[in-house]
């Protein structure tokens, strides 16, 4: 199978879980996870129909931004990684999105060097929904003090809600941790009615069929498009 087929055949799973789901067809957006992978890689997936790409490392995502800025081509780049406070001006200069902010400070770094002649950054929260101690994300009862934060920032837009919720291969444990994850969402939605709250991130190859059973917007895909990554000695 081809990136180019992979990513259809993806397209055409989405599809099947939305209609079981009983939900909009357009409801699930696919972000396809592209790091450690080539910029030919990217734009297999680019001829497929796919334009949106998650990036876990700011300088190689930097570095396909670029690329791809060079050929014209327009992409939307999702910064899904964790972020050290001194990379912040890198995703804030060159990323349309930063789904992994659980931080004040990140928070206001990301606001003050966001470019006065680019949009406001998207920023989703990200959520510790599983109580890992490896895992980044805030704890659910600190998501409000966090995005009425963000509210007040003119530089970002707050747009939702991203997890990883531990891995599991029991649907009723991957539904427990979707399904609650999928009330903060509408309660931040309901705490925030004049916000573009809108996208619930979750799911990925092997629980997407799950999260979006329970809700999710965008699930981020990368082994099924891409195959095992490659990470580099």
Not at 14 to 36: D, F
Request: proline letters at 3%; aromatic letters at 8%; one cysteine or more.
């Amino acid at each position: 199978m081809t990136i180019k087929q992979n990513v259809t055949q993806i397209q055409q799973r989405i599809q099947y879980y939305t209609a079981q789901a009983q939900r909009q067809q357009s409801a699930v957006k696919l972000l396809a996870v592209s790091k450690t992978k080539t910029v030919e890689d990217i734009y297999q997936a680019y001829q497929a129909g796919q334009t949106t790409f998650g990036e876990n490392y700011v300088q190689e995502g930097i570095d396909k931004i670029a690329y791809f800025q060079q050929q014209n081509i327009e992409l939307e780049w999702h910064f899904i990684g964790p972020l050290q406070s001194n990379k912040t001006r890198l995703v804030a200069e060159h990323f349309d999105w930063m789904q992994t902010l659980d931080r004040i400070k990140i928070a206001d770094r990301l606001n003050e060097q966001r470019p006065y002649y680019k949009a406001p950054l998207n920023v989703l929260i990200q959520i510790n929904i599983s109580d890992e101690n490896s895992k980044s994300g805030i704890t659910p009862n600190d998501m409000l003090a966090l995005a009425t934060h963000i509210q007040n920032l003119p530089h970002l837009r707050l747009r939702g809600l991203m997890a990883i919720p531990a891995p599991t291969d029991d649907l009723q444990q991957q539904e427990q941790a979707f399904n609650a994850m999928n009330s903060l969402f509408i309660a931040l939605q309901q705490a925030l009615p004049e916000a573009q709250i809108d996208t619930l991130s979750m799911g990925m190859t092997d629980d997407m069929a799950s999260a979006i059973k329970c809700g999710s917007t965008m699930v981020r895909i990368g082994t099924a498009i891409f195959g095992a990554r490659e990470y580099h000695k």
